[in-house]
């Protein structure tokens, strides 16, 4: 029982002067040894030459808010026209559209894309948020527009669960009107 004793404190003592000791350094592989007098190698890129981090070019520019030139709404519905559309015809909050379209939260991350699935969805134009069926209306066939869509029109301004919150930003393409 007293060896046990002893083994057990000696592997206590052990263990923790370990912990309490930091590793030392790691050298980094392949480096050369530092000198006093060590050369600089003019052929090495400086910091200021290193490229900074591109912003995913599928992402807008203009996510974060309305940019001054977007037509506004009374409920607060911000919107772009990006590429105008042919006909003339507009959809009711009653009827089925089909639409390829992209979402956005503000801060850049999409959150949902027919485009990225390959598939157009469609849908009566009154089962979705309150945005969606107040500014597709505004569209007509062929039309893309870029909407801004203030929390109170869209799922809330608070987390709820895994739907985006805040202002939603959606590129929306309208194919077809039922």
């Not at 057990?8 to 007098?37: H, K, M, Y």
């Not at 003019?42 to 974060?64: G, K, T």
């Amino acid at each position: 029982m007293r060896i046990d004793l002893v083994v057990v404190s000696v592997l206590a003592v052990t263990v923790l002067s370990a912990c309490a000791q930091p590793p030392p350094p790691a050298a980094p592989r392949n480096a050369a040894p530092a000198t006093e007098s060590a050369a600089v190698d003019s052929n090495a890129p400086s910091v200021d030459a290193v490229e900074p981090a591109q912003p995913d070019p599928s992402v807008p520019s203009d996510v974060a808010a309305p940019p001054a030139d977007a037509t506004k709404t009374p409920s607060g519905l911000a919107y772009k026209v990006l590429r105008p559309g042919t006909g003339t015809q507009h959809p009711t909050a009653a009827s089925t559209v089909r639409v390829h379209y992209t979402g956005w939260t503000t801060d850049g991350k999409e959150f949902d894309s027919s485009v990225r699935r390959g598939q157009p969805l469609s849908f009566p134009l009154n089962g979705v948020i309150k945005g969606w069926t107040e500014g597709v209306q505004l569209m007509v066939l062929g039309e893309r527009r870029r909407f801004w869509i203030p929390g109170a029109l869209a799922y809330g301004e608070t987390p709820n669960g895994k739907r985006p919150y805040g202002m939603l930003v959606f590129d929306v393409e309208l194919l077809g009107i039922e």
